[in-house]
């Protein structure tokens, strides 16, 4: 994907929230939101 792309969604989305979908974890706290573990 285009760099580019990705910013705009991240700032559009925030950080956090495409970090959680796509690692399925908080990128605050590591808190692995599919299986409730770390």
């Known amino acids: 994907m285009n760099q580019g ?3 705009c969604l ?3 989305v ?3 929230d495409i970090y959680a979908m796509i690692t399925g974890k908080d990128a605050a ?3 692995n ?3 409730g573990t770390r």
Do not use: E, F, M, P
């Open 10 to 12: 991240t700032d559009l």
């Open 33 to 35: 939101l599919v299986t």
């Open 14 to 16: 925030g950080y956090n």
């Open 5 to 7: 792309i990705i910013s």
């Open 29 to 31: 706290t590591g808190y």
